[in-house]
């Protein structure tokens, strides 16, 4: 392998993340307005930029943050919301989709899960398909393959 491949969280899925934050953004000004006025408790105003500030930090940490790597040196890396967990590629013997994120099994039996990718419907072939291929140099059976 020559150069690295990564797997992000789809942009459509951050849009909408960065979408819901600017949506309360927005209703942050608007209750400011209304306490200014006196039509709502001042009380509003910090809570709404607690939940604003609560929303933007769960964005980052599951739309931003999470990534799957293959290094050219054969490293792959699953980085999560909070942690990260590195092994070499070899160490991998099966890559599957679950609801929760596409689930590595490795030599030893431990499984690592990244929610980079899920199980969920796809017009085309899943791009899961595409993460196990680079990883394990094969393609899973069709019995496993989301996109039902």
Request: proline share 4%; with cysteine.
């Amino acid at each position: 392998m020559e150069t690295r491949q990564r797997w992000n969280v789809r942009w459509w899925i951050r849009l909408v993340g960065v979408a819901a934050v600017l949506i309360l953004l927005a209703q942050q000004f608007s209750t400011i307005e209304f306490v200014a006025r006196g039509e709502m408790r001042a009380s509003e105003i910090p809570l709404g930029w607690i939940a604003i500030g609560a929303l933007a930090l769960l964005v980052v940490l599951l739309t931003f943050r999470p990534y799957i790597e293959l290094q050219a040196d054969g490293r792959l890396v699953l980085q999560g919301p909070i942690r990260r967990h590195t092994f070499q590629r070899e160490q991998v013997k099966d890559v599957r989709p679950t609801e929760w994120g596409l689930r590595f099994t490795l030599e030893d039996g431990t499984q690592r899960t990244s929610i980079v990718c899920q199980n969920t419907w796809s017009r085309n072939e899943p791009r899961w398909l595409d993460v196990a291929h680079a990883v394990t140099g094969g393609r899973p059976g069709l019995e496993h393959r989301g996109g039902r």
